[in-house]
């Protein structure tokens, strides 16, 4: 029986998986080329990291390799990521290339000589080269490279003969790795921009519930369609992501035995979201964590986590361009504007549990000795208000040291994200050892952050916001509503984070909206952050 895998290039005997017909056929097509007596793209094969790039491409690789007019080759480079001399780097490709395709010696030591091992004194046939991980290389090894592919393809472009009799036979070229680098990160500028991208998307619905229906059929092990739509809203169909919790699900892990004998049910799923979101390792996820605390990237990431406001998506910066070329962001299109997102709901509560935890792994005394909380632990549940009292009295009197290292805007203005991560923080530490559970939504992938409860078998939500003016306030009320509805709570409360708000203000801003006499009640709350 075939298992699921989320590390390296799936094997399709062994594993499930999404055949992609038409990612394959399209990267062959660009490498021969139409027609192909012209000649083949040179191409940059891009994704981020465990989304089927190296095995789409080895997919291409067989099928090209059926093909006698072409040499095929697909070398592997990750174990030259060391070699900082990029004479050695080329040299090590040229003898690779002569080895695979028994070619007679040839004197490659050095960038200026590494041409020549595609000519056709050389080469019997054209060349169909597919180079993997290519961005690992340094990057003088990349530009140099990068360089020599530009005069190869100016050349045969020039030549009036045929591929197969052109002075070069390098037929089509596919440098594969996670970030589309040439003339992104080099610094010198790009000296090779004759290629093509093709970006290997993530996978549709279709496509994910297609894996896990054939795990159902050879396991015999139904699996509910509400956990592939759960799984599928979480991972947005990142391939990697979707393989492991296939595992996780299938397989089970230490924290979690799965039982054969039942269908796989969403309680399955929801006990093993919980250990995948705050205790299992994954490398995707943590290589994501680590690249959004590089700076100037984590004060991007973190100002994505705000509520006033979308962060226009401009590829043109090289750390939004980073960020996505290595799926720390996303975008998205309203009204012809492209708006910065991130991926999936998955990724964003890993950095949003990663940041408030980072910023927030000292709170200081959360109560005082015999502290009376009969206010906030009401007969019939929690009193969200007076909790939230709590919270501020609390903020503002621990502000200056707790927030000493807090990131900052240029205005040295505590960043607006910063206080939710604080009020998540504190909730967790406020509501631990109790039978409770807090965690966060982000139903809009950017811009929109709602904090949930639940305590003793009821939920309480909090949608945070940052206060701009009157307007924006009115219509926040109203989104609030209309959630609340969606979620069927009778109420939800609108946080509502501002410097300082004087007493009459609190009574004008803090009165119970309703819209419509069924309608949900929403409860504003203001929290005083301090000048």
Not at 84 to 96: G, M, Q, S, T, Y
Not at 112 to 125: R, S
Not at 331 to 358: D, G, I, T
Not at 389 to 416: C, G, Q, V
Request: with cysteine.
């Amino acid at each position: 029986m075939r298992k699921f895998s989320s590390y390296g290039p799936l094997d399709t005997d062994l594993h499930y998986y999404v055949p992609r017909e038409e990612t394959v056929r399209s990267a062959c097509r660009q490498l021969v080329g139409d027609p192909p007596e012209k000649g083949g793209h040179y191409i940059t094969v891009w994704a981020p990291r465990q989304c089927g790039k190296t095995w789409i491409m080895i997919q291409a690789l067989w099928r090209l390799m059926r093909d006698e007019r072409f040499h095929v080759l697909k070398l592997d480079l990750e174990h030259l990521k060391m070699q900082e001399d990029p004479d050695l780097v080329v040299k090590a490709i040229a003898n690779e290339i002569q080895r695979r395709l028994k070619l007679p010696d040839q004197a490659i030591r050095t960038m200026e000589d590494f041409h020549a091992i595609f000519t056709k004194e050389v080469l019997d046939k054209p060349l169909i080269l597919i180079l993997d991980e290519f961005d690992a290389l340094v990057e003088d090894a990349i530009s140099g490279i990068a360089g020599v592919f530009r005069h190869i393809y100016n050349s045969r472009q020039q030549d009036p003969n045929p591929s197969s009799q052109k002075e070069y036979l390098l037929h089509a070229v596919a440098l594969v790795g996670v970030r589309s680098v040439l003339g992104i990160e080099n610094r010198r500028g790009s000296p090779f921009n004759v290629q093509r991208g093709m970006h290997i998307a993530n996978l549709v619905f279709e496509e994910v519930e297609s894996m896990y229906r054939w795990y159902e059929r050879e396991s015999g092990r139904k699996v509910d369609r509400a956990v592939v739509e759960r799984l599928y809203e979480e991972t947005k169909g990142q391939p990697g992501l979707v393989s492991w919790f296939g595992e996780l699900l299938s397989e089970g892990c230490d924290l979690f035995r799965p039982d054969p004998t039942k269908p796989v049910a969403m309680e399955d799923f929801e006990e093993i979201y919980a250990a995948a979101l705050q205790v299992l390792p994954n490398n995707t996820i943590m290589n994501l964590v680590n690249k959004a605390n590089r700076e100037p990237c984590r004060r991007l990431v973190i100002d994505m986590f705000k509520t006033h406001e979308k962060t226009i998506f401009r590829f043109d910066d090289p750390v939004f361009s980073f960020l996505y070329l290595n799926g720390v962001i996303d975008f998205e299109k309203e009204k012809n504007v492209y708006y910065a997102k991130f991926p999936c709901p998955f990724v964003q509560r890993r950095l949003f549990n990663y940041f408030s935890n980072e910023l927030f792994g000292d709170l200081g005394t959360i109560f005082e000795p015999f502290e009376d909380l009969s206010h906030i632990y009401a007969d019939d549940g929690l009193n969200i208000v007076s909790l939230l009292r709590k919270y501020e009295t609390h903020l503002r009197k621990n502000r200056d040291w707790m927030f000493k290292d807090a990131p900052r805007r240029s205005d040295m203005r505590i960043r607006e994200a910063v206080f939710h991560f604080n009020l998540y923080e504190y909730l967790n530490r406020f509501f631990a050892n109790k039978e409770a559970r807090v965690w966060p939504e982000f139903p809009a992938g950017n811009g929109k952050i709602d904090l949930f409860i639940r305590f003793r078998k009821k939920t309480y939500a909090m949608e945070l916001k940052s206060w701009t003016d009157d307007p924006d306030f009115r219509q926040s009320l109203k989104q609030a509503a209309r959630y609340a509805t969606s979620l069927k709570l009778q109420t939800i409360y609108l946080v509502e984070f501002v410097e300082y708000v004087p007493d009459e203000y609190r009574g004008k801003y803090e009165a119970i909206y309703q819209d419509g006499a069924a309608g949900p009640a929403v409860v504003p709350v203001f929290v005083a952050t301090g000048a």
